[in-house]
């Protein structure tokens, strides 16, 4: 397959150890990419450098094989970008932010428009300033995609969706990506990512620590569960229990990590009376911290 972004040796130093250094990274054409990592660990200067945004203090980044620097014009053609955070557009309605980027650009698709903003429920009649955060992350993605670009870069893309606006997005992404596009995505949710993504870059303190298959990020999941017993508790046998650890006892009560599947857990306590289970999936900060840690 053929490369639709190219990093080697990318870096940005701000000094004092941030910013983001020697990225080696290749998205295929096609590829759906998530770049995950906690917020402030490289993924937006990662993102402002491929759109020509800022300037590297080393490497070089390509896209489709245009130099992200020396040919960013070019590279905007090709991509539809969701930055961090919109530009202020103040007292123009959604509709003329639609007609101004979308004259830059040279043409309107007027019926892709229309579909997006139906799909998205935006209203484009209304003034940008009283947009709600939500409704800007719509106009964001409504610019980003109505030109049916070969590749897209999102930077957070979900950011203040609701459940059902987040549902329309995945949608579209797999629409797109059926019509062959590439999708590169930033986020700081896992489940954001697992639902859209077939391969992930994990990134932390500026640097790429992983590479991995969704299988492997699949993986990564752990659930902290709390066991109330109703009698004896069987401790030693939770401790042997295959994927289970972190195993703590107060009274009746045993808390435990369980990596992967459940069934060793179920297989050690069956038999004793279980008078409350609870399992509660960490949030995304405690498996990095868990993962690094590894």
Do not use: W
């Not at 799909?119 to 947009?131: I, K, Q, S, T, V």
């Not at 999941?221 to 229990?241: C, L, Y």
């Amino acid at each position: 397959m053929t490369s639709a972004i190219v990093m080697h040796g990318l870096t940005k130093d701000y000094g004092s150890g941030h910013g983001l250094f020697d990225l080696d990274l290749e998205v295929s054409e096609g590829e759906v990419f998530g770049f995950l990592g906690p917020n402030g660990a490289g993924k937006t200067t990662t993102i402002r450098l491929l759109m020509g945004v800022i300037h590297a203090t080393a490497g070089t980044a390509t896209v489709f094989g245009l130099d992200c620097d020396r040919e960013s014009v070019a590279v905007k053609r090709e991509v539809g970008y969701l930055p961090g955070e919109l530009p202020q557009f103040g007292g123009m309605r959604g509709s003329e932010v639609v007609a101004y980027l979308g004259g830059m650009r040279g043409a309107i698709d007027r019926s892709r428009v229309q579909e997006l903003s139906e799909r998205l429920e935006l209203d484009l009649g209304r003034r940008f300033r009283e947009y709600s955060r939500g409704n800007k992350q719509k106009l964001g993605l409504l610019l980003a995609f109505m030109h049916r670009p070969r590749l897209l870069i999102l930077d957070e893309p979900t950011g203040g969706l609701d459940p059902l606006n987040q549902q329309t997005f995945h949608r579209l992404v797999d629409e797109v990506k059926t019509d062959g596009t590439t999708v590169f995505l930033s986020s700081h949710v896992l489940s954001e990512v697992e639902e859209t993504c077939s391969r992930v870059g994990i990134i932390r303190e500026g640097r790429l620590v992983s590479d991995m298959t969704m299988d492997n990020v699949h993986e990564l999941r752990f659930h902290e569960v709390v066991i109330e017993f109703g009698g004896d508790v069987p401790q030693a046998a939770v401790r042997a229990a295959a994927g289970v650890e972190d195993v703590a006892v107060e009274g009746r009560r045993l808390t435990c990590t369980v990596h992967g599947g459940f069934d060793a857990l179920l297989a050690a306590i069956s038999g004793h009376t279980v008078l409350d289970m609870v399992s509660r999936e960490p949030s995304l900060e405690s498996i990095f911290l868990s993962y690094y840690s590894n």
